[in-house]
């Protein structure tokens, strides 16, 4: 997968992940997790641009740690609006097996830039 594809997979997760958020509950949890999901998953979408343009190589695996922090937060949220049954898992699990893809493919990406370093 190239840079331009990850790209836009990284702006498609973070577009589920704010549909995702829109549909919870309105109650004060629904509310708290909407916000937390919306930041990390769109997160996870700009620091990847933020890392396509570093200007050095460390900063370029830094900013891939930030994109992996972001991606397994958003694994969390998404874990706990399941465990709190606050949406139907089927409308959860496509989304977090996206989210374990992009920490294993950045994970990934980032020990090949340490050994490359």
């Not at 933020?50 to 190589?57: G, N």
């Not at 991606?71 to 089927?90: A, N, V, Y």
Request: glycine share 4%.
């Amino acid at each position: 997968m190239d840079e331009e594809q990850l790209k836009k997979r990284t702006e498609e997760f973070a577009h589920r992940c704010v549909k995702l958020a829109f549909a919870l509950p309105d109650s004060v949890l629904g509310k708290h997790i909407q916000k937390q999901l919306i930041r990390c998953g769109t997160s996870v979408a700009a620091n990847y641009r933020a890392a396509c343009v570093a200007q050095s190589k460390p900063s370029f695996i830094h900013k891939l740690g930030i994109v992996v922090e972001e991606s397994d937060e958003s694994c969390f949220w998404l874990d706990f609006i399941i465990r709190e049954k606050l949406m139907g898992k089927e409308k959860i699990y496509p989304l977090l097996k996206e989210a374990n893809e992009l920490i294993a493919i950045f994970i990934s990406s980032r020990k090949t830039a340490r050994k490359n370093n």
